[in-house]
């Protein structure tokens, strides 16, 4: 028997699978919302022996979508010059190209080094939080609720913009890629309706569009979210950094300033 994280029904064992080709799993789904998810994950010390799986190769193209994508959404949705916080950013891709098209944009990850985005992490802020990203994180997390109410506390703010891949009305057949059975990372699984049951565990709205998802007690301004998300996103990231004004040189400075101290 396996509660839901998310309604607290009983889950129903639906499939195993051998994860780090060692592992036999049992996944569970939950009639109710849909969440899909392994057994308590013992193994994750081992899976996350190397932060960023070998196999991700879709790893920088991922974040040059997301960071065309998201400009569009905080540009005209949220406060252009607003400050934004990056949750378990990696590397600090991310953080480092929103810079680089003009947004204050800032790390936190408690499992990854930031190599990209040094000098931006979260305690380098200086200012409140205008709205918190988390990309392609919730499908590592065991307590989606836990998770997500407890970043929104601690950072003072209620909308998260963010990626995991969603499924349709039937459970994936094994060769979805998404399961990462190699990598043992992915652990919960989502339908559109699992992401609306979190919301309203939370007292939030979801809106998804395009790949980005959202949980904010603010719908109304994200009105227009498939637009930008869509075709305009890339077009809109050139204007964007006209308006805004690009970060990579004045961060160049500031850092050297901060080295000389």
């Not at 789904?29 to 308590?40: F, I, Y």
């Not at 309203?200 to 979210?225: K, Q, V, W, Y």
């Amino acid at each position: 028997m396996k509660p839901c994280a998310i309604c607290d029904t009983t889950m129903d064992p639906v499939f195993s699978a051998t994860l780090l080709h060692k592992h036999e799993v049992s996944y569970y789904r939950c009639a109710k919302c849909g969440l899909l998810q392994t057994e308590d994950p013992y193994w994750l010390d081992e899976a996350y022996g190397d932060p960023i799986a070998v196999s991700d190769t879709g790893l920088i193209q991922r974040n040059f979508s997301i960071a065309a994508k998201l400009s569009a959404v905080l540009y005209f949705c949220l406060e252009p010059k607003g400050a934004y916080l990056d949750v378990a950013g990696g590397y600090g891709m991310l953080v480092r190209l929103m810079r680089d098209i003009g947004f204050d944009f800032y790390w936190s990850d408690k499992h990854c080094e930031n190599i990209l985005a040094r000098g931006f992490g979260s305690s380098e802020a200086g200012r409140q939080f205008s709205a918190l990203t988390a990309f392609e994180v919730l499908e590592h997390v065991q307590d989606p609720v836990g998770f997500v109410s407890g970043l929104l506390k601690e950072h003072g703010v209620r909308t998260l913009l963010f990626s995991t891949q969603t499924y349709g009305g039937d459970i994936p057949t094994k060769d979805w890629w998404y399961y990462a059975f190699e990598t043992g990372q992915h652990i919960s699984f989502y339908q559109a309706r699992t992401l609306a049951a979190l919301a309203e565990r939370l007292d939030l709205r979801f809106m998804s569009a395009n790949g980005m998802h959202i949980l904010t007690d603010r719908p109304a301004e994200f009105a227009h979210l498939k637009r930008l998300t869509g075709k305009l996103a890339y077009p809109a990231t050139v204007y964007i950094r006209r308006m805004l004004g690009s970060k990579t040189m004045s961060d160049h400075t500031d850092l050297l300033r901060v080295a000389e101290r």
